[in-house]
């Protein structure tokens, strides 16, 4: 879908890579551009994946499929040559550094602009590109607190809890791609390129969307429920004789479907719960009626009758469990292909399909600089590292 469109990438770590990943899935030329060190990420492990004296970080793996890699010391007159030739020809440019470090190295928006007015400038950073935190770094913990999530995330009465993975980097990432193809189709209408900014502090308060809401419509400070839902019970983890299963009971007639399925007649009969009002102001009756309820039962019968009955439910899988299961494998959510060093890789898909197909895999994540002598020769520059 975006072949032909070249993207120059000046980002690393998780959120700008993601992005960028995203855009090569949907068949964008990639262009990592990696300092002499390399991405941070290539360093961050264990895990390693290893082969012979070959590793590579599962963390960069895990962000940096379908694209290519060119080593350049932006520092360097060399570095700043090629960086320009290869904006000159790009369609898009994403860079993540701190707010000004990339224009104080010439590569501002308003220079680049004036140059490449079809040029597509995107920024993801901590805070934005003005404001009083503008210059700080920006991590993803440091943005889960300070736009509230670990305020009403985790159990009841326990220290504020991160959500495990890093959802500010990756709900960044995908904001700012939705921005970029939002900016290359209104280019088809004008002929001019945009400048984009998204920032991981907003993307977390856009995150919250209804605990956002409820707070700005209250004015209650949202608290910790563990995995139960503030305005639908039951919706939440169950426990069951072995393990756990999640519930989606979102209307009263699944309720009465529910309660059906799994002999709960006790609960069925009780008037305080013929409706979701009522079962959220009675909720902590119900938890330990389903508590009592629920623990004679396996994960596996509880999953059949309900899955019989059409209540929305689902297992709480491990990782092993996820890439066990016949859906996902079916699916084709994990794809083993070559490796210019490890030999082979398996990385996940992406995750669409578009016209009844999943965007090929077309590059494994590269190695560090890789593609340099390719890409500068594209460039009409010499490898300075060429014997």
């Given at each position: ?5 070249k ?27 990696e ?10 492990g ?9 590793r ?46 990339f ?12 140059k ?28 889960q ?54 920032n ?12 956002v ?24 983890t169950?426990?069951c004789?072995?393990?756990f ?25 009780d ?10 102001r ?29 209540v929305p ?24 292909l ?29 190695t ?11 460039l ?8």
């Amino acid at each position: 879908m975006l072949s032909g469109i070249k993207v120059a990438d000046f980002t690393r770590v998780l959120t700008g890579p993601f992005c960028t990943m995203l855009l090569g899935d949907l068949g964008a030329d990639v262009i990592k551009v990696e300092p002499p060190q390399g991405d941070d990420t290539r360093a961050w492990g264990p895990p390693f994946q290893v082969s012979g004296e070959a590793r590579e970080s599962s963390y960069f793996l895990s962000v940096n499929r379908n694209k290519r890699s060119i080593v350049l010391d932006l520092k360097s007159p060399e570095g700043q040559e090629a960086a320009r030739r290869l904006i000159a020809e790009a369609d898009v440019v994403v860079e993540n550094f701190r707010p000004s470090t990339f224009e104080k190295l010439g590569f501002g928006w308003e220079a680049l602009h004036a140059k490449h007015p079809r040029l597509i400038y995107a920024s993801v950073s901590g805070f934005g590109q003005d404001g009083p935190y503008r210059d700080r770094a920006g991590y993803d913990v440091i943005a889960q607190g300070m736009g509230g999530l670990m305020s009403y995330n985790g159990e009841p009465g326990r220290e504020p809890l991160r959500v495990g993975v890093a959802v500010a980097d990756v709900f960044s990432g995908s904001l700012i791609t939705q921005a970029i193809l939002a900016a290359l189709f209104q280019r088809e209408r004008t002929g001019k390129g945009d400048r984009l900014d998204v920032n991981l502090l907003e993307s977390v308060i856009a995150l919250g969307t209804n605990q956002v809401s409820r707070y700005l419509t209250t004015h209650e400070v949202p608290v910790p429920i563990g995995n139960e839902h503030r305005s639908i019970v039951p919706y939440g983890t169950l426990r069951c004789k072995d393990g756990f299963v999640n519930v989606a009971v979102g209307n009263d007639s699944l309720w009465r479907k529910f309660c059906r399925a799994l002999d709960l007649t006790e609960l069925a009969s009780d008037p305080r719960m013929d409706t979701n009002e009522g079962r959220v102001r009675h909720r902590e009756d119900l938890d330990v009626q389903l508590l009592a309820g629920l623990g004679r039962l396996t994960r596996a019968e509880i999953m059949q009758r309900l899955e019989a009955a059409g209540v929305p439910c689902g297992a709480v899988n491990n990782m092993a469990e996820v890439f066990a299961d016949p859906h996902v494998q079916a699916r084709g959510v994990a794809v083993t292909l070559p490796h210019a060093s490890l030999g082979e890789t398996t990385v996940t898909a992406p995750p669409w399909d578009i016209g009844g197909a999943k965007p090929p895999v077309r590059r494994a994540p590269p190695t560090l600089g890789q593609h340099t002598a390719e890409i500068l020769a594209e460039l009409g520059l010499d490898d300075p590292q060429a014997p």
